[in-house]
């Protein structure tokens, strides 16, 4: 067989297209507007956000409705968007401690300092599954909706790493360096990196892919998540400044939602200090608890046995989901030259076989090799 | 005032507020040049964690800067989003109030205004999240 050029298809593609936009904008059905979307479908629009590295919900909302609700495709949209964008500033450093909290539980400890703030969460209800015929009443006004004055401990309370390490009880890593953090849009990360390439990984990983090599270090092959306690979680919002370039000051020019998670790790290795404890930490752009606590285990699990294993690779590497996605999205276009040239080798090779000549010498690559 | 704490206060006003004022302020014929933007774009969160205090990029939020020169003093606005007028208007407020020109207690009062409505949206939701605090009692 030969190869011959083909032309065509470019109508099909118009009309494929033009089928979403016709099925997706003319549905007989109201208009899903973008404040609908960001407030009736707020996770799924802070994980596009999360996912994209990109916070901005109106935006994240119009991506997720141009996507037809396909999270990966929304956050392929963003993260288009945001590339398109000049870099305007780089914030000062944002201290998590400043976050407002409007949930907080530490599962860890029953009292810690400042409140268990369950805020708003399903969590321990049961799911039980709703078919209404048709919107809600009207909310009534309650007794909760009025004014109250929040204290300081209620608003940002102390951490519980902070009693931890206040009773010597926490393994001590901090030291007096302050290296710039890698910046993985403008440099891919490649093993072996620093921790902030793999935390900023982690931060706009997908949620799905992340929280699945979470699980894997725990009941897969490699082991590198055990005794782990969730010691808080929040979310809340912090306040983004940069330099006022008239004065040179910190000005803050607004809030963002994040997500925190700060995972306890029982030391236990022979050359590690096993009278204490050590901390992974998770944070993540909006809503996203799984994330963040997914997160939170594989920061102290790659601080651990990252470079001693698999881990820091398949997090640099595996879970960022335009990646993965986009990979696996290429399987659909036209393949046709090369599955041709697969085709040509296998029937030389039974033709050679049916005439009795030995088989090639060249030994075959490893499963996979070729796949890209 | 402070400058940046007046500047805080623009970035979370409302984009009709700034531009109606920022409409006065320019009503009188002086002479405005837009040094900067309106432009769209990102601010970098960077973030340092509290366990090992090392500083990360978190990601990036979308944020609208401009700059202007208004009777000869030079203001200065980012807000997050991506509204262009709300930020060019902020940032002739900010030129304005530095410049100590006649609307400069009306851009004062907005502030109050601004501040006052966070506190009062901060102690509504506080009075909707206080009751999911976990109040735990002692079984003797």
Known sequence: MGYSGARGGLEAILAAEDLVRRKRDHAPAPWSSTEQITTRFRLAVDRVMGEAGLYDEPT??????????????????????????PRLAVSEPVD????TVIRRIVPAFREPDGPQLLGRTSDYTGRLLERPDGPPEPAQEDARTGNAERTEEQRSPRRFM???????????????????????????ARPPADRSAVLAAMARAESGALVALWYRSILGPDGDVHEITLGELRHGRLPLRVRHPHTGNPVTVGEFRVTEAEAIEDLDGADEDRTRFDIGYGLCFGHNERKAIAMANLDIA??????????????????DGLDSGGFLEHLKL???VTFRSMVERK????????????PPARAAGPAGKDCR | MSREHRCALLAEAE????????????????????????????????????????RFLLGDVLACRAEVELAGHRGWAMRLGDDRAAAL???????????GRPRTAEIDLLCERVAERRERRESQEWAELAPTVVAFEELT
């Open chain 1, 334 to 336: 036209p393949h046709y």
């Open chain 1, 96 to 99: 998590p401690g400043e976050m």
């Open chain 2, 89 to 99: 208007a902020a940032a002739v407020l900010d030129a304005e109030a530095r410049s």
């Open chain 1, 347 to 358: 029937q030389a090779m039974r033709a050679a076989a049916e005439a009795g000549e030995d």
């Open chain 1, 60 to 85: 994240a909302a119009d991506a997720f409705r141009q996507a037809e609700g396909d999270t990966l495709e929304a956050s392929h949209l963003l993260r288009a968007q945001r590339s398109t964008l």
């Open chain 1, 162 to 188: 902070d009693l931890l390490r206040k009773m010597e009880l926490l393994a001590e890593g901090r030291t007096a360096d302050d290296p710039e953090p890698h910046d993985i849009t403008r440099k891919p």
């Open chain 1, 302 to 319: 790659n601080r651990r046995f990252g470079r001693s294993g698999p881990l820091e690779q398949l997090l640099l590497l595996t879970i």
């Open chain 2, 15 to 54: 984009r009709a507020e700034l531009i109606e004022l920022a409409d006065a302020c320019i009503a009188d014929g002086a002479q405005v040049r837009v040094l900067v933007g309106p432009e769209v774009g990102c601010v970098t969160a960077q973030v340092r964690e509290p366990v090992l205090e090392q």
